[in-house]
């Protein structure tokens, strides 16, 4: 049985199958086929009922590294942490990394994904120079923005739906330290959020607000806003070893209600709201919190719960993340984590990539069935009369009307690159 991060999405008629680009594969005689890296996707993305899943995992080798020039050259099944890990200590890290480090180079690529630094370095894809591409044919494809380069920008955010990719070249980033100087500070209100990004925009690699989506009346859209840098001197330290917490078993329902939700935010607030001085943070803390517990999707129970990632035009859009905001507290249903960014005019490279100028609000949302379901319907009705869209990697029950709406225009694009011999869930689901 496999299941998505979110525990939302379960398949059990699949057939698994591993991948070694070395060598002679025949799984394309069984169609249809979806690659699978390490399944971080919250959503039916990486998932493929009654077809066949093609496990890359065993495709975790370096191929090239220049140190001079930081182009590293990787196979496709590569966790993002086991470039972080060997890259640090040779002065570069990865210019764009998404929430957790857990996630494999082929999924960072075909999800486009985007990190804190939006404003200033755009998506994963728009630092990758090129990649091989095994399509069901059996041709492998060498596409580049300026080789094959339509297919290369269909495969960049493509979901899985073009070919599996082998191997890709990645341009990495130079730092000094894996420390970041990190400043905090507490806001009330979207206008304010709105304010102290685009005054840090200037002068920080990296912005992003924690938001408490349950408080209302004068507490109402509170939150804490953070700013960072990688730190200027020499400062590289050893892997932590240090023993990580574990989440054993899937925790009860009953753990995470509104009220639990509504303490912890209280809580988190004003224990962030009393610490505003600049602190040096080690880069897998700041980039990566949640990766400091094991299975922590658990926490969330049996039913799993909903990632809801949505980003619309900054024109209105304090108005519009207000609007949403009042939406969940009349609701009462809490989100426990919920992040507020916004995301720059740096064009992502691919055909369906999700950012686009704009404010991005990502939201958690425990299962609770149709009562969640009608949640986040509403929350769509919002996002798509403002001409926002939703984020694939993160989805588990768009209908087929919603991405029309969202990525309709893109989809007509991107339609003469999908390999017919790959499919998924999700676009089964949407199509």
Same mark, same amino acid.
């Given at each position: 049985?496999?299941?998505?991060?979110?525990?939302?999405?379960?398949?059990?008629?699949?057939?698994?199958?591993?991948?070694?680009?070395?060598?002679?594969?025949?799984?394309?005689?069984?169609?249809?086929?979806?690659?699978?890296?390490?399944?971080?996707?919250?959503?039916?993305?990486?998932?493929?009922?009654?077809?066949?899943?093609?496990?890359?995992?065993?495709?975790?080798?370096?191929?090239?590294?220049?140190?001079?020039?930081?182009?590293?050259?990787?196979?496709?099944?590569?966790?993002?942490?086991?470039?972080?890990?060997?890259?640090?200590?040779?002065?570069?890290?990865?210019?764009?990394?998404?929430?957790?480090?857990?996630?494999?180079?082929?999924?960072?690529?075909?999800?486009?994904?985007?990190?804190?630094?939006?404003?200033?370095?755009?998506?994963?894809?728009?630092?990758?120079?090129?990649?091989?591409?095994?399509?069901?044919?059996?041709?492998?494809?060498?596409?580049?923005?300026?080789?094959?380069?339509?297919?290369?920008?269909?495969?960049?955010?493509?979901?899985?739906?073009?070919?599996?990719?082998?191997?890709?070249?990645?341009?990495?980033?130079?730092?000094?330290?894996?420390?970041?100087?990190?400043?905090?500070?507490?806001?009330?209100?979207?206008?304010?959020?709105?304010?102290?990004?685009?005054?840090?925009?200037?002068?920080?690699?990296?912005?992003?607000?924690?938001?408490?989506?349950?408080?209302?009346?004068?507490?109402?859209?509170?939150?804490?806003?953070?700013?960072?840098?990688?730190?200027?001197?020499? $400062?590289?330290?050893? +892997?932590?070893?240090?023993?990580? %917490?574990?989440?054993?078993?899937? /925790?009860?329902?009953? #753990?995470? *209600?509104?009220?639990?939700?509504?303490?912890?935010?209280?809580?988190?607030?004003?224990?962030?709201?009393?610490?505003?001085?600049?602190?040096?943070?080690?880069?897998?803390?700041?980039?990566?919190?949640?990766?400091?517990?094991?299975?922590?999707?658990?926490?969330?129970?049996?039913?799993?719960?909903?990632?809801?990632?949505?980003?619309?035009?900054?024109?209105?859009?304090?108005?519009?993340?207000?609007?949403?905001?009042?939406?969940?507290?009349?609701?009462?249903?809490?989100?426990?984590?919920?992040?507020?960014?916004?995301?720059?005019?740096?064009?992502?490279?691919?055909?369906?990539?999700?950012?686009?100028?704009?404010?991005?609000?990502? $939201?958690?949302?425990? +299962?609770?069935?149709?009562?969640? %379901?009608?949640?986040?319907?509403? /929350?769509?009705?919002? #996002?798509? *009369?403002?001409?926002?869209?939703?984020?694939?990697?993160?989805?588990?029950?768009?209908?087929?009307?919603?991405?029309?709406?969202?990525?309709?225009?893109?989809?007509?694009?991107?339609?003469?690159?999908?390999?017919?011999?790959?499919?998924?869930?999700?676009?089964?689901?949407?199509?």
């Amino acid at each position: 049985m496999i299941s998505s991060w979110g525990n939302i999405s379960t398949i059990k008629n699949t057939e698994e199958k591993n991948i070694l680009w070395r060598d002679e594969n025949d799984f394309f005689q069984k169609q249809p086929v979806l690659a699978y890296g390490n399944g971080r996707s919250y959503g039916d993305v990486c998932l493929n009922n009654n077809g066949v899943i093609i496990k890359t995992h065993q495709l975790n080798r370096f191929i090239y590294f220049d140190s001079q020039t930081g182009i590293l050259v990787c196979e496709s099944g590569c966790l993002l942490s086991d470039i972080l890990s060997f890259a640090i200590f040779k002065g570069w890290t990865l210019p764009v990394v998404p929430g957790t480090q857990y996630v494999t180079v082929g999924g960072a690529i075909a999800n486009d994904v985007h990190g804190k630094n939006h404003h200033m370095r755009g998506t994963f894809g728009c630092h990758v120079n090129r990649f091989a591409l095994l399509r069901s044919t059996g041709e492998l494809w060498e596409c580049a923005p300026h080789q094959n380069a339509e297919l290369f920008r269909a495969t960049v955010g493509g979901i899985g739906l073009t070919g599996i990719i082998l191997w890709a070249e990645i341009q990495l980033m130079p730092i000094k330290s894996d420390y970041l100087t990190v400043t905090t500070e507490p806001f009330y209100g979207i206008e304010k959020f709105i304010a102290l990004s685009k005054d840090a925009e200037k002068t920080h690699e990296y912005t992003v607000a924690w938001l408490d989506c349950q408080s209302d009346r004068k507490n109402f859209a509170r939150g804490l806003f953070s700013k960072a840098n990688y730190h200027q001197e020499k $400062l590289i330290t050893k +892997n932590d070893a240090r023993k990580k %917490l574990s989440v054993p078993i899937n /925790l009860p329902s009953m #753990v995470l *209600n509104r009220w639990t939700i509504r303490a912890f935010n209280q809580l988190y607030f004003y224990a962030g709201a009393r610490n505003q001085s600049e602190k040096l943070v080690r880069a897998n803390s700041f980039f990566f919190p949640l990766d400091a517990i094991h299975h922590w999707n658990r926490i969330y129970g049996s039913r799993g719960f909903y990632q809801y990632q949505c980003v619309v035009p900054m024109q209105n859009g304090d108005t519009v993340i207000t609007n949403l905001l009042n939406t969940i507290v009349k609701s009462r249903q809490g989100s426990f984590l919920s992040v507020l960014k916004i995301l720059g005019d740096k064009p992502s490279p691919g055909i369906l990539s999700f950012p686009m100028p704009g404010i991005t609000l990502a $939201l958690d949302f425990p +299962n609770k069935g149709s009562e969640t %379901l009608a949640l986040l319907n509403k /929350l769509d009705d919002i #996002v798509m *009369n403002e001409n926002g869209r939703v984020y694939l990697a993160k989805d588990t029950r768009l209908s087929k009307k919603q991405f029309a709406h969202y990525y309709g225009k893109a989809w007509e694009n991107f339609s003469a690159y999908h390999d017919p011999g790959f499919s998924s869930s999700l676009i089964r689901r949407v199509m």
